[in-house]
């Protein structure tokens, strides 16, 4: 381009310097345009890079990746985010709708959000010494240390508590039954046993029934096991209240 203007001024008469310096505006001029338009491109770059950046951290910080299970009578779910942050809380029954309805959980630690649920006011009447507080855990593959801090944070409530680790594959089936997945995890222990039980029949019970169930099927097995349940529902409730009555 720069050639073609010199060229074209090597055929036009006039005062040489007034020439060169018309020449030399014109490339100069050619030369901010050319800026201007990398400037415009780089800038539009660089507000798609951030708008990419801004979404896919969005959907980090909203997208669950682990899960709790809170159940006793009331049924309560926390979904989580990558950084163990609350993404929601969501009641599985009307007992558990009270008890949200007095806590903001959204965007608390995970452990934080645990222990203020059962520590609510609320939720503290459900906790007689027969009730059984049960801690259900799902994460992803990639997730690692959810399961670790609620084990610990097990150790530290004010009730006794049950700690348990499902997969996470079963969440999206609990959902369907309108149960928590906690509660659904007790469920398909017990189905073990007695086929005939329904996920209907278990979203009424709270989950002491459900698990007191399934230790007397356990108890009552006589074969040689290959059809009891996996070890880590264990018969907590049932084993609390035989040694009660056994020190009476």
């Given at each position: 381009?720069?050639?073609?203007?010199?060229?074209?001024?090597?055929?036009?008469?006039?005062?040489?310097?007034?020439?060169?310096?018309?020449?030399?505006?014109?490339?100069?001029?050619?030369?901010?345009?050319?800026?201007?338009?990398?400037?415009?491109?780089?800038?539009?770059?660089?507000?798609?890079?951030?708008?990419?950046?801004?979404?896919?951290?969005?959907?980090?910080?909203?997208?669950?990746?682990?899960?709790?299970?809170?159940?006793?009578?009331?049924?309560?779910?926390?979904?989580?985010?990558?950084?163990?942050?609350?993404?929601?809380?969501?009641?599985?029954?009307?007992?558990?709708?009270?008890?949200?309805?007095?806590?903001?959980?959204?965007?608390?630690?995970?452990?934080?959000?645990?222990?203020?649920?059962?520590?609510?006011?609320?939720?503290?009447?459900?906790?007689?010494?027969?009730?059984?507080?049960?801690?259900?855990?799902?994460?992803?593959?990639?997730?690692?240390?959810?399961?670790?801090?609620?084990?610990?944070?097990?150790?530290?409530?004010?009730?006794?508590?049950?700690?348990?680790?499902?997969?996470?594959?079963?969440?999206?089936?609990?959902?369907?039954?309108?149960?928590?997945?906690?509660?659904?995890?007790?469920?398909?222990?017990?189905?073990?046993?007695?086929?005939?039980?329904?996920?209907?029949?278990?979203?009424?019970?709270?989950?002491?029934?459900?698990?007191?169930?399934?230790?007397?099927?356990?108890?009552?097995?006589?074969?040689?096991?290959?059809?009891?349940?996996?070890?880590?529902?264990?018969?907590?409730?049932?084993?609390?209240?035989?040694?009660?009555?056994h020190k009476q």
């Open positions: 381009m720069a050639n073609d203007i010199r060229d074209a001024f090597d055929h036009i008469k006039a005062d040489e310097h007034l020439i060169e310096s018309t020449k030399q505006f014109i490339t100069e001029n050619n030369q901010k345009k050319k800026r201007t338009r990398f400037q415009k491109t780089f800038a539009a770059a660089c507000a798609a890079l951030l708008l990419a950046i801004g979404i896919t951290g969005y959907s980090w910080t909203k997208t669950p990746v682990s899960y709790i299970s809170i159940d006793v009578n009331p049924s309560i779910e926390l979904s989580l985010n990558r950084f163990g942050r609350v993404v929601s809380a969501t009641a599985f029954n009307a007992e558990g709708r009270k008890i949200l309805e007095t806590l903001s959980l959204k965007g608390k630690r995970d452990t934080t959000a645990v222990h203020e649920i059962i520590e609510n006011e609320t939720m503290q009447t459900f906790l007689s010494d027969e009730a059984e507080l049960v801690l259900t855990v799902a994460e992803e593959k990639t997730q690692r240390g959810l399961n670790r801090r609620m084990k610990a944070c097990s150790n530290h409530l004010s009730h006794e508590c049950q700690h348990i680790r499902a997969d996470i594959e079963i969440v999206e089936d609990a959902h369907s039954y309108g149960l928590s997945f906690g509660k659904y995890y007790a469920y398909l222990q017990l189905s073990q046993y007695d086929s005939g039980v329904t996920p209907e029949d278990c979203k009424h019970m709270d989950i002491s029934t459900i698990h007191e169930l399934t230790c007397e099927h356990e108890q009552n097995e006589t074969t040689d096991g290959e059809n009891a349940p996996s070890k880590e529902t264990r018969c907590h409730h049932h084993d609390k209240k035989h040694n009660q009555s």
